[in-house]
């Protein structure tokens, strides 16, 4: 019987993604417990839009969808494509819900930086993130792992 599955940004997982070439590892038992029951369903969307590692750093242009670099450099396409393929991923998979990294240009929800790299953030979702709950894929952010586990527990455990 398959069971549905759980998107996580892979850098939560420790994967070395990030745009400065680390990663965000969590070590926590509920996400242990999902590894290893093989639910778990880690990318990067950055990376899947063909960005590389190390790279600048990227934001969201505020009340727009396009994505700018440190540099000046206008990353929106590949934003997109990583967006569009998270997603396809995720539909193959079965994909109930998402755990995404806070803040970030892709998968933040909610909090994002507001495009001046100036650390000033505002009240918006990352590019992957809106295009994920656009689909219906209930997401939250690492910060909201009690959140993530009550939902799994009372419907995303079910078998598809």
Known sequence: MSRRKIVISACLLGENVKYDGGNNALHVKILEQWKDEGVLVPLCPEVLGGLSVPRPACEVLQGTNRVVNR??????????????????????????MAILKARSPSCGKDIIYDGTFTSTRVNDSGITCKLLQESGIVVFSEEELSLAEAFWHSKGNAPL
Request: net charge negative; glycine share 12%; hydrophobic share 40%.
């Open 71 to 96: 540099i000046g450099e206008d990353v929106s396409e590949a934003f997109s494509k990583g967006a569009k393929e998270s997603l396809r991923i995720a539909k193959l998979e079965g994909v109930c």
